[in-house]
């Protein structure tokens, strides 16, 4: 009796740090995160990519084919309502002689600078030119994680109500991009939940491999299952498919948890050491202790078990799909473990 009272305990305090835990990532990416977006066949203004929202903060990741070639984007605007747009490219050695410039236009702008021949411009717009330039420091962003060199900004005020359009070009050759566009962070539930996935297109617009990407939650999948069979940590009654099944759950949130902090790495020889590495951590953790607490539950209790234990896994696999924990087919079998202990 003391040693249920104890287990139920144990994972009564597990899923409310896991819960703090959350609530902490919402904060921490709230400060810091941009919605994902990337473009296709935009080289013209009839083609315009259109961002819904615009001052809800976006991340487009593209890049323009060659050199003498624009991009374009629109958004409606009201008047007074706050245009912001930032340029930025990756931090790949491959990158260090594009620099891409953009041009703001719209209704009532004030002209300013000089317009390539080959960008096009709406009739009577007001056309705002801002060129790229090289910084000295690359930026290290915590979210992704990820670094970038910021070329170019801009932030006014929408003198009149209409439609407004950035041309991302560079005039010499062609490369990859950046646009963030907007300011205010907000996320639907299912842009939340599709963010892992979204991550793997950047970092490929980064300039990494499928084969680099994945190996950090391959490895750790590999060798967590070699060391449950050579343990032979499952019941000894024989195959039980759902220890198994939250075995790999397990494993795949401590490979989310591996993959960040392996990032991070990787983003800091790119990058300055700075105080933001903290936020990485913590989101790096999250999956972690998700990690811990199926793991736990796993190993101890192998055979079908209890209501109480199916609802555990339910609730840590909802969990694990909001912290990114998994590629969410990690938090898909951690439930389907929780309905086997039910049901199966």
Do not use: C
């Amino acid at each position: 009796m003391a040693a249920h009272k104890h287990e139920s305990w144990n994972m009564t305090f597990t899923i409310v740090l896991l819960m703090l835990s959350l609530q902490s990532l919402f904060l921490i990416s709230a400060a810091v995160a941009h919605a994902p977006v990337v473009p296709d066949n935009n080289e013209s203004l009839a083609v315009a990519t259109m961002i819904s929202d615009p001052t809800k903060s976006w991340a487009i990741y593209a890049e323009l084919h060659e050199g003498g070639e624009a991009q374009y984007y629109g958004f409606n605007m009201t008047v007074t309502e706050k245009i912001y747009v930032m340029l930025f490219k990756p931090t790949s050695p491959d990158h260090e002689n594009f620099l891409p410039s953009f041009i703001l236009m719209g209704p009532a702008l004030v002209n300013q600078g000089q317009i390539p021949e080959f960008v096009e411009t709406p009739p009577e717009a007001g056309v705002l030119v801002v060129e790229g330039k090289q910084p000295a420091q690359a930026t290290y962003e915590p979210f992704s994680p990820g670094t970038f060199y910021s070329l170019a900004e801009v932030a006014v005020d929408a003198p009149e109500t209409g439609t407004y359009y950035v041309a991302v070009y560079e005039e010499f050759r062609g490369g990859r991009y950046g646009l963030a566009i907007g300011y205010r962070e907000s996320y639907a539930i299912d842009e939340w939940i599709l963010i892992p996935l979204n991550l793997i297109s950047v970092y490929q617009w980064e300039g990494q491999g499928l084969a680099v990407i994945f190996a950090p939650m391959v490895a750790t999948l590999a060798v967590g299952l070699i060391l449950m069979f050579r343990q032979q940590r499952f019941p000894s009654t024989g195959f039980v498919i759902s220890t198994w099944i939250g075995g790999i759950a397990g494993l795949l949130f401590l490979g989310s948890g591996v993959n960040i902090l392996f990032q991070m790495a990787i983003k800091l020889t790119q990058a300055h050491l700075s105080a933001e590495i903290a936020v990485t951590i913590v989101l790096a953790l999250i999956p972690i202790i998700l990690s811990i607490a199926v793991l736990r539950i796993v190993l101890r209790n192998g055979e079908k078990g209890s209501v109480r234990r199916g609802v555990y896994f339910v609730v840590l696999g909802i969990v694990a799909l909001f912290a990114w924990a998994g590629l969410l087919v990690g938090p898909i079998l951690a439930i389907l473990t929780g309905i086997w202990q039910k049901f199966g």
